[in-house]
């Protein structure tokens, strides 16, 4: 009996060690994109952030900039060339996933702020079908893994 809750508490905390260390790496870029958009955007009050991985990975940070205007600052993993946008001046999250979901899209698994040859995009996740819908004029730029 002993030797079988020592056997359950080593893989259990064995486990709880290999989880924790596998989420470092995205814990500690989130933190860096967040300092980026802080020191180069001069944003504030930071209210969410999330990884877009297209052709290049961005993380995109929902805050807030020195008017206390919602933008997204979209930070990419590799390069230096960050991009502002405010949120005011593009279509939401949900008219993205209507609009994905006017071209075919089903259930909504989940929606994304990126960036994808040039343009600001919301990256709507349906099934196994990507829709990229261009931020700025609401268009469906492209259809993937149909």
């Known amino acids: 009996m002993i030797g079988f809750f020592v056997l359950f508490s080593v893989l259990t905390f ?3 060690y290999v989880l924790e260390s596998a989420s470092k790496p995205f814990v500690n870029a989130k933190d860096q994109a967040i ?3 802080k020191e180069y955007a001069h944003v504030t009050d930071v209210s ?3 990884i877009y991985n297209g052709k290049e990975s961005y993380f995109a940070v929902k805050a807030k ?3 206390g205007q919602a933008v997204f600052v979209l930070v990419p993993e590799k390069s230096s060339e960050i991009y502002v946008y405010q949120v005011d001046e593009g279509i939401s999250k949900i008219a993205a996933e209507q ?3 006017d071209n075919g899209a089903g259930q909504i698994d989940r929606s ?3 960036f994808h040859e040039g343009h600001a995009i919301w990256e709507v996740k349906s099934g196994r079908a ?3 819908i261009d931020f ?3 268009e469906l730029l492209k259809k993937e893994g149909i």
């Open 48 to 50: 969410q952030v999330t």
């Open 35 to 37: 300092r980026v958009a």
């Open 14 to 16: 064995s486990t709880i």
């Open 130 to 132: 990507y829709y990229l």
């Open 112 to 114: 994304v702020f990126g």
């Open 65 to 67: 900039d020195a008017t």
């Open 136 to 138: 700025k004029t609401g």
């Open 99 to 101: 609009r994905a979901t």
